[in-house]
């Protein structure tokens, strides 16, 4: 009886922190979604599609190569300092080398690059520029890492909103006042700064310091070992996320991306629920995938299905209200976006179901496999791209956005036999 009492003390203990740390993310991602979407809102009305279609490119092109600064490594560093905390200090000091040499060489190719595909457009070339700076500070999300493992994301979480909203302020302000587009993006990279400042601050409080005497070689390329296939995914998850507002922009021109663009911000708004949900429930799936792997399939099960439904009930809800949505948030300028977003929000389901089997990737060792998914996904929404922009313009960039997404994160898995498992498991949370 006692026995019992404990294990169903400790599971409750568990539930609660888990409970208590989900919690915090969801606050954390929904007070930034609104922030970032009042902004968005403002470029939108003040701009115009056309100023609103220049900024958003540069934010695509930029966030093509910030695959190099992320390295990937979330999973991986979160499954580590679970399984093993005492080398946690090397761990996170390691990780976050890889992240800032990865972030100095996005900005040198994402600067570089748009140079040579844009040399006369140097609007576009500070733009790039300054949004890709921001990729460096961002290499302290590692430090995060350890509070989320720990199941305790409040402190993180905190100080996010707090600098969120103190920058959101002068954003508003710069975008009121029409300032050129080159003043919002500093603030951007300010913010990142001051956010950056702020975390390695908070780890020395929490006593999590580590010094750059706990980098280790040794680490550094283990990390990298296991950690290729995800840059190489990562890249081609971008591109097919991103590359239909660039090929829009070099195929039409910057207005037709401002009208897909705010199309694209709507539907894609949401997708902070599935990516907190997985983050706040890999220590969990980390841990089971050690212990039983009926429970560890089960719980798999779970989460799948709760992304089908979540997902399903987001798009029929945003295509029966999508004239509503673009009309209230953007304004009649924008009325073309509301077939864009018809289609483009069903791409979610395939987002979903993408997001949720992340873990079982990393904790099966299946990484590559990743990579076979991403490169289908890119081949198939740059083809997409090329057949249907010229016939169909922004409608037809949709499409080849939703049929990417289906064929990278759940019709590629059924070709190997490896992920063929996870493949039947996706088809499966449909129907039970």
């Given at each position: 009886?006692?026995?019992?009492?404990?294990?169903?003390?400790?599971?409750?203990?568990?539930?609660?922190?888990?409970?208590?740390?989900?919690?915090?993310?969801?606050?954390?991602?929904?007070?930034?979604?609104?922030?970032?979407?009042?902004?968005?809102?403002?470029?939108?009305?003040?701009?115009?599609?056309?100023?609103?279609?220049?900024?958003?490119?540069?934010?695509?092109?930029?966030?093509?190569?910030?695959?190099?600064?992320?390295?990937?490594?979330?999973?991986?560093?979160?499954?580590?300092?679970?399984?093993?905390?005492?080398?946690?200090?090397?761990?996170?000091?390691?990780?976050?080398?890889?992240?800032i040499s990865g972030g100095v060489c996005a900005v040198i190719l994402a600067s570089a690059s748009i140079y040579i595909v844009r040399p006369d457009d140097i609007t576009t070339f500070h733009l790039v520029l300054v949004l890709s700076l921001m990729l460096i500070p961002q290499a302290t999300e590692v430090i995060h890492y350890r509070y989320f493992a720990d199941l305790n994301s409040k402190p993180v979480v905190t100080l996010k909103i707090i600098n969120a909203i103190l920058f959101s302020f002068i954003k508003v302000y710069l975008i009121i006042t029409e300032l050129p587009l080159f003043y919002l993006a500093c603030s951007f990279l300010v913010e990142h700064i001051s956010a950056s400042a702020a975390i390695i601050l908070l780890s020395r409080h929490h006593k999590k310091a580590f010094g750059w005497c706990d980098i280790s070689s040794t680490e550094i390329i283990r990390l990298l070992k296991e950690v290729w296939p995800l840059i190489i995914s990562g890249i081609s998850v971008l591109i097919y996320m991103r590359i239909d507002q660039i090929m829009l922009g070099e195929m039409l021109n910057s207005r037709e991306v401002g009208i897909y663009s705010a199309a694209s911000k709507i539907s894609e708004i949401w997708y902070f629920i599935p990516t907190t949900i997985i983050?706040?429930?890999?220590p969990?799936?980390?841990?089971?995938?050690?212990?039983?792997?009926?429970?560890?399939?089960?719980?798999?099960?779970?989460?799948?299905?709760?992304?089908?439904?979540?997902?399903?009930?987001?798009?029929?809800?945003?295509?029966?209200?999508?004239?509503?949505?673009?009309?209230?948030?953007?304004?009649?300028?924008?009325?073309?976006?509301?077939?864009?977003?018809?289609?483009?929000?069903?791409?979610?389901?395939?987002?979903?179901?993408?997001?949720?089997?992340?873990?079982?990737?990393?904790?099966?060792?299946?990484?590559?496999?990743?990579?076979?998914?991403?490169?289908?996904?890119?081949?198939?929404?740059?083809?997409?791209?090329?057949?249907?922009?010229?016939?169909?313009?922004?409608?037809?960039?949709?499409?080849?956005?939703?049929?990417?997404?289906?064929?990278?994160?759940?019709?590629?898995?059924?070709?190997?036999?490896?992920?063929?498992?996870?493949?039947?498991?996706?088809?499966?949370?449909?129907?039970?």
């Amino acid at each position: 009886m006692i026995e019992f009492l404990k294990r169903k003390f400790q599971i409750n203990n568990v539930a609660k922190k888990f409970a208590g740390n989900t919690g915090w993310l969801l606050i954390d991602k929904i007070l930034l979604m609104i922030v970032g979407l009042v902004v968005t809102l403002l470029v939108a009305r003040y701009y115009g599609p056309t100023g609103f279609g220049v900024f958003s490119y540069a934010q695509s092109y930029t966030i093509i190569f910030s695959a190099f600064a992320a390295a990937g490594l979330q999973g991986i560093v979160i499954r580590d300092l679970i399984h093993k905390p005492e080398s946690s200090r090397t761990t996170i000091a390691s990780a976050l080398a890889i992240r800032i040499s990865g972030g100095v060489c996005a900005v040198i190719l994402a600067s570089a690059s748009i140079y040579i595909v844009r040399p006369d457009d140097i609007t576009t070339f500070h733009l790039v520029l300054v949004l890709s700076l921001m990729l460096i500070p961002q290499a302290t999300e590692v430090i995060h890492y350890r509070y989320f493992a720990d199941l305790n994301s409040k402190p993180v979480v905190t100080l996010k909103i707090i600098n969120a909203i103190l920058f959101s302020f002068i954003k508003v302000y710069l975008i009121i006042t029409e300032l050129p587009l080159f003043y919002l993006a500093c603030s951007f990279l300010v913010e990142h700064i001051s956010a950056s400042a702020a975390i390695i601050l908070l780890s020395r409080h929490h006593k999590k310091a580590f010094g750059w005497c706990d980098i280790s070689s040794t680490e550094i390329i283990r990390l990298l070992k296991e950690v290729w296939p995800l840059i190489i995914s990562g890249i081609s998850v971008l591109i097919y996320m991103r590359i239909d507002q660039i090929m829009l922009g070099e195929m039409l021109n910057s207005r037709e991306v401002g009208i897909y663009s705010a199309a694209s911000k709507i539907s894609e708004i949401w997708y902070f629920i599935p990516t907190t949900i997985i983050l706040s429930v890999t220590p969990i799936l980390s841990s089971s995938y050690k212990e039983c792997s009926i429970k560890y399939e089960n719980q798999t099960l779970r989460v799948l299905r709760t992304m089908v439904w979540l997902s399903v009930s987001v798009a029929i809800f945003t295509s029966f209200f999508s004239f509503n949505l673009i009309n209230i948030i953007y304004g009649p300028e924008y009325t073309a976006s509301v077939n864009v977003l018809t289609v483009q929000v069903w791409a979610g389901i395939f987002v979903c179901l993408g997001v949720a089997t992340g873990p079982w990737f990393v904790n099966a060792g299946l990484l590559r496999y990743s990579m076979y998914q991403t490169f289908a996904g890119a081949a198939i929404n740059v083809a997409g791209n090329f057949l249907l922009i010229p016939h169909y313009g922004v409608v037809g960039a949709a499409i080849a956005t939703v049929a990417s997404y289906a064929v990278s994160a759940v019709l590629v898995n059924a070709i190997f036999k490896k992920t063929r498992k996870i493949f039947f498991m996706q088809i499966k949370a449909f129907f039970k």
